[in-house]
């Protein structure tokens, strides 16, 4: 990966040296020229990126491919490594498979980006529903997250217990030498997941996470990443009133699924990144290469799912693939400086 990465940095005209450092230290070789690769990359064309169901695997992939008119792959696979009973679409018994397809799309050449939808702490069991008690989109109160943030007590050795099995299936993408753009706890700023709409309790938490898989796992291949939600409507806040600190994020993104990609959001973005790269985490509406013009920075953009089909056309599939920069394209640059 680390040849590839240089490779591809230096074709786009760009020195391989490692200006930008992660936030972690001990970060790897290949997690370094990740980063130092998307910084190179910012203003300079836009990847595409595609999210897959853990059920489904990795079809979005192939979807997208022939979608958009066969112009090209997603060079960044995203996955979610599930909070759901088994056989659902994120049901957590494909956890393996999320890492079997991280290490497939990997060695094509992919850049791979991970999430997590965590069961609330609050419970024992292993997976939960989208709604209802103890769902995704419940409700911690002000005591259980008081519980959860100190160190020892019931909820948060509970918490310290999940995050320990989403550590065992990192660490294996580690071994292998692949860096992961990691992407926890999403779009906090909106008021529908139990981590969400806390500002002061979810800066803890995120730090929280990042102490536990840094300092305690060693699992130096992540590059982490910020991740919020698009501003502008009555239940979600400012970025700036979730931000964790620059000293845990190397990436700030934020989701689309509005369809409107304000200029707004782009700037209350980039003003909070302060200079760290910027990209579209998720989106419904692929963004339009006059969109992709007017927002230079973004570095990449990841359709979520079935929305590829469902949110966008012919037409608006094969422009944005044929105006971005696909695995195909990637891996031409590669082999052509090599």
Not at 102 to 111: L, M, N, T, V
Not at 194 to 200: R, S, T, V
Request: hydrophobic share 40%.
């Amino acid at each position: 990966m680390k040849k590839i990465l240089t490779a591809a940095v230096a074709m786009l005209g760009f020195s391989s040296v490692f200006a930008q450092a992660p936030v972690n230290p001990n970060a790897t070789p290949e997690a370094r020229e990740l980063l130092q690769f998307i910084y190179n990359q910012s203003g300079h064309g836009l990847l595409a990126g595609q999210h897959s169901y853990p059920l489904y695997s990795d079809i979005y992939m192939e979807r997208a491919y022939h979608q958009s008119g066969e112009v090209g792959h997603p060079a960044v696979f995203g996955q979610d490594f599930g909070y759901s009973k088994p056989g659902s679409l994120d049901g957590i018994n494909n956890r393996q498979r999320v890492v079997d397809n991280a290490i497939k799309w990997h060695d094509k050449g992919a850049i791979i980006t991970l999430m997590w939808h965590a069961v609330p702490p609050t419970t024992d069991a292993n997976y939960t529903t989208w709604k209802g008690e103890n769902g995704i989109q419940s409700k911690l109160t002000d005591a259980q997250w008081d519980e959860l943030l100190k160190p020892g007590t019931e909820i948060n050795l509970r918490w310290q217990a999940q995050v320990d099995v989403i550590a065992f299936f990192l660490k294996q993408l580690q071994d292998q030498n692949i860096p992961v753009i990691w992407r926890p706890y999403h779009e906090m700023n909106g008021d529908w997941f139990w981590w969400g709409y806390k500002p002061g309790h979810y800066q803890k938490l995120f730090r929280m996470l990042y102490d536990r898989l840094t300092n305690y796992h060693h699992l130096n291949n992540l590059l982490w990443v910020f991740n919020a939600n698009e501003i502008g409507s009555s239940n979600v806040m400012d970025y700036d009133k979730f931000y964790p600190g620059k000293d845990v994020v190397d990436i700030l993104a934020t989701d689309v699924y509005s369809k409107n990609y304000e200029k707004g959001d782009y700037e209350a973005l980039l003003k909070l990144a302060d200079g760290k790269p910027v990209a579209w985490g998720e989106c419904g509406q692929i963004p339009t290469p006059e969109i992709a013009k007017k927002q230079p920075k973004m570095v990449w953009f990841m359709t979520w799912c079935e929305f590829l089909e469902t949110d966008n056309t012919w037409e608006s599939r094969s422009a944005i693939y044929n105006y971005s920069i696909t695995l195909e394209k990637l891996n031409a640059m590669r082999a052509e400086k090599n």
